[in-house]
């Protein structure tokens, strides 16, 4: 017998805990219309970002390493579904909504830009108003994805990934208005910095950055001495810390891992994200998206080619810009920076 949704959304009445998000009294999406027969709109929503192009790009954009030619190293593609797992797990284990929770990891990281956070940064100090990839995230969503109609996604996972952004701000998120309005976006932020943290010391050392001998000893005490166990280590402590009551979930760690979870992700910064050998790469990369960037601001022929027709508005063909640039692959970007900017063998002979 084929399971219908009408029998989905019931069955998530009867598993599913008082404080989990329900596919049946979702707020809504942006524009109303008819739902599917057999998926929830949480099930759409995720299907609807595994097909984007956005989603597919980002295969080919940094997670920590420029353009990695090693077939190990984490992309932003592989972050997401890494995240995508640990949220899963986490959120069967709250009895929370799994259809939703993946929707949103999958969606998080829509909007970044290439070249990891050296793009993002490049782009927060050109742009007019500033630029941050949750924004963006949102905006591939609602505005740029099926040329120019959006995704339509669900109230809930807009939510979720426009207030997954951390950055250096706290592990727990306190802020009532930049917390996400359902557990589930609450449980992805969380996911997120569990993978990131343990992953990224996983590239560093495969790339040599950073040696074994390297981690502080006290993180490696508290959360293990490998990924895998690390991982492990920050799940389990979060499912036994975490505060769960009969229409309410309050999210924590130990003190002991949460404190062990911050120094690590200090150490990252001090010892991978900002040292010579990555940040020279990225000092250069900021280069190639501020040029680009001018270029597309002034030149005309070159726009119209490679994006369409030219604007009248300045500011919504610097938005155009500002958009075209956010999307791009690392790869695409070098592409189009040597086609443009760099000189070519003459090709009489």
């Known amino acids: 017998m084929i399971l219908l949704r009408r029998d989905i959304e019931a069955r998530e009445q009867r598993i599913l ?7 049946a009294r979702s707020r809504g ?6 739902e599917c027969d057999f998926r929830t709109c949480f099930q759409r929503d995720r299907d609807r970002i595994i097909h984007s192009k956005a989603f597919r790009r980002l295969k080919h954009k940094t997670q920590v390493f420029l353009a990695p030619t090693g077939d190990h190293y984490r992309t932003r593609l592989t972050h997401t579904v890494e995240v995508s797992q640990i949220a899963r797990t ?4 709250l009895r929370l909504n799994e259809d939703l929770t993946e929707a949103i990891s999958l969606g998080h990281d829509l909007g970044h830009t290439p070249f990891g956070h050296a793009g993002e940064e490049t782009l927060n100090e050109i742009f007019p108003g500033g630029f941050s990839h949750h924004h963006q995230s949102l905006r591939v969503v609602d505005v740029l994805e099926k040329e120019g109609q959006g995704l339509n996604l669900t109230f809930e996972v807009r939510d979720g990934i426009l207030k997954h952004s951390k950055g250096k701000g706290p592990i727990i998120n306190s802020d009532p208005e930049n917390r996400p309005v359902s557990v589930e976006g609450l449980i992805v932020r969380t996911a997120d910095i569990i993978a990131y943290i343990a992953h990224d010391v996983d590239d560093a050392l495969r790339g040599g950055v950073i040696d074994e001998t390297d ?3 006290d993180c490696l005490a508290v959360l293990g001495p490998r990924t895998s166990a690390r991982i492990n280590t920050m799940v389990r402590d979060f499912l036994t810390n975490t505060r769960i009551e009969p229409d309410h979930v309050e999210p924590a760690f130990s003190s002991e891992v949460h404190q062990a979870m911050i120094k690590l992700r200090d150490f990252l910064y001090d010892f991978v994200y900002d040292v010579s050998e990555v940040h020279a790469d990225f000092i250069r990369s ?3 998206v501020r040029e680009l960037f001018e270029i597309f601001r002034t030149d005309d022929a070159l726009y119209t080619r490679e994006i369409g027709p030219t604007p009248i508005d300045q500011a919504e063909r610097t938005r155009r810009v500002c958009d ?3 999307g791009m692959t690392d790869r695409y970007a070098l592409d ?3 086609r443009i900017f760099l000189p070519r063998p003459w090709g009489v002979y």
């Open 324 to 326: 075209f640039i956010a």
């Open 336 to 338: 189009l920076y040597n």
């Open 286 to 288: 900021a280069k190639v």
């Open 90 to 93: 986490l959120a069967r284990a």
């Open 17 to 23: 805990a008082p404080y989990a998000a329900s596919a």
């Open 29 to 34: 999406r942006l524009k109303p219309e008819p």
């Open 215 to 217: 981690i502080p000893g």
